[in-house]
């Protein structure tokens, strides 16, 4: 005997529409770095990153598929979500793409992490969100920032700049969307946690928030 899976519940539909469409935003954004990277290597390791986001897609389109969801519709209302803070952050080398993605892919994560796990959403998902690209970045760059001082100073202010806009992102989409929170003091919590995590990934790399 088949089955049968509950519907899902209204309040978390945007909830599953933002992680689609942040699934692949992500596979976008990650693809586009490695065409830039200075590496083959780095650019297939990058490749792979982006591969592992559209994979979450897929895994989001059957879970969706089992309860009779529209996931392309859900995800369709978010479309373009991200454009903007991608368009005033525009790094002129690969250094400040690979921070730039690092911080924003950190901070919108958090954000997706916190929602789903209000909302009862996909245990675990902490785990899968990351995309091992913070892991590249911390072996890759880190040493270079921790080795030369200018650089730093540079990916800090840099960083300081993505993270203003990336954070300001995270309180307009939950103002926006105030179901992703579910509740006020969600979004004073969500907020919170972005934050704190945020300085603590970039203590990881040697930057200052």
């Known amino acids: 005997m088949a089955h049968e899976f509950d519907s899902v519940p209204a309040d978390d539909a945007e909830v599953l529409g933002i992680l689609a469409y942040s699934s692949l935003a992500f596979m976008t954004r990650l693809a586009k770095d490695g065409e830039q990277a200075p590496t083959f290597e780095a650019h297939v390791e990058h490749a792979r990153m982006a591969a592992r986001c559209f994979k ?6 059957v879970w969706s598929g089992h309860r009779g969801f529209d996931l ?5 209302a978010f479309s373009g979500a991200y454009d903007d803070l991608d368009a005033r952050t525009r790094p002129t080398t690969f250094a400040e793409r690979a921070v730039k993605t690092f911080i924003t892919r950190g901070m919108l994560g958090d954000m997706l992490i916190r929602v789903a ?9 902490e785990d899968v969100w990351p995309f ?12 270079q920032i921790e080795a030369d001082p200018q650089l730093a100073d540079r990916l800090s202010l840099w960083g300081r700049r993505v993270a203003g806009e990336a954070l300001g992102l995270v309180r307009a989409t939950l103002f926006t969307y105030p179901s992703l929170a579910a509740s006020p003091e969600n979004v004073d919590e969500i907020t919170e946690y972005v934050i704190k995590r945020h300085g603590e990934r970039m203590r990881d790399i040697h930057l200052k928030a």
Do not use: K, N, S, T
């Open 117 to 125: 796990q209000v909302h009862g959403l996909f245990e675990g998902i």
């Open 132 to 143: 091992e690209q913070g892991h590249w970045v911390r072996a890759h760059l880190g040493p």
């Open 56 to 61: 979450l897609y897929q895994q989001l389109e």
């Open 72 to 76: 392309l519709a859900a995800g369709d």
